[in-house]
């Protein structure tokens, strides 16, 4: 079993920035591809970025290029989310999640979760 804990969210000025953070415990964290997703009230969870296990593969929903960076480090069993210039749609709850090797964009292939941190985009 894995468990994941987010940190890092709160609420910001539109343009702003955050750095989520999530740890992970109880498996070998480098052994596992890593994603962020979200989802705001009343929609479905939404893909927002994941990383390979490596680190040298990452992916990015088309609504967040150029403003978030998914990286990890192995070494501290943590990945990260660094979102720049926050738009007040980015507002959700964000989610970590892990699957073995390879990363995904669809959350059925993840096999562990989070439990969230709720990040808030005021205009």
């Known amino acids: 079993q894995m468990r994941l804990v987010e940190s890092g969210g709160g609420l910001v000025l539109a343009g702003g920035s955050l750095r989520l953070s999530c740890a992970a415990s109880?498996?070998?964290?480098?052994?596992?591809?890593m994603g962020w997703f979200r989802q705001a009230p009343g929609k479905g969870r939404q893909f927002v970025a994941a990383?390979?296990?490596?680190?040298?593969?990452?992916r990015y929903a088309d609504s967040v290029k150029g403003r978030f960076t998914i990286s990890r480090d192995n070494a501290k069993n943590t990945v990260y989310l660094q979102m720049n210039s926050l738009k007040p749609e980015d507002t959700a709850v964000y989610y970590c999640?892990?699957?073995?090797?390879?990363?995904?964009?669809?959350?059925?292939?993840?096999?562990?979760w989070g439990k969230g941190t709720q990040v808030t985009v005021s205009s």
């Open positions: 999640a892990a699957r073995p090797r390879i990363s995904s964009w669809l959350s059925n292939d993840y096999d562990y």
């Open positions: 109880g498996r070998t964290f480098s052994s596992y591809g």
């Open positions: 990383i390979t296990w490596s680190g040298s593969n990452t």
